[in-house]
C-alpha cells in the first residue's frame, strides 16, 4: 500500500482528503468511545460529550485546512477540529 505522504509531492487531492476525513472520523469515534468508557459508561449518564480531537499526524496541517475551508471538518482551536453541526 503506497503512503499517503508519497503521493504527489503531498497534492491534497480528493483521494488524499477523503482518506484523511475517514481517518479523522475514525480518530474521533475512537476519541469518543474512551471517554464514555472511562466516564462510567453509557447508562451512568456520565458522559462528557467529546466533540474535538487532534486530527492524525501522518496527514500535514495543509491537509485539515482545505478540509474545514470545505466546511467537512470545523477548528475548534489549539490544533482541534470537530465535525461541524
Known sequence: MESDMSSAGGELTPERLKKAFKAFKKRLKLAQLD???????????????????????????????????????????QGLYELPK
Open 35 to 77: 471517554d464514555s468508557s472511562t466516564a462510567g459508561g453509557a447508562l451512568s449518564g456520565g458522559n462528557r460529550g467529546l466533540t474535538a480531537v487532534r486530527p492524525p499526524d501522518i496527514y500535514p496541517k495543509e491537509v485539515w485546512e482545505e478540509l474545514a475551508r470545505q466546511g467537512r471538518l470545523k477548528s475548534a482551536g
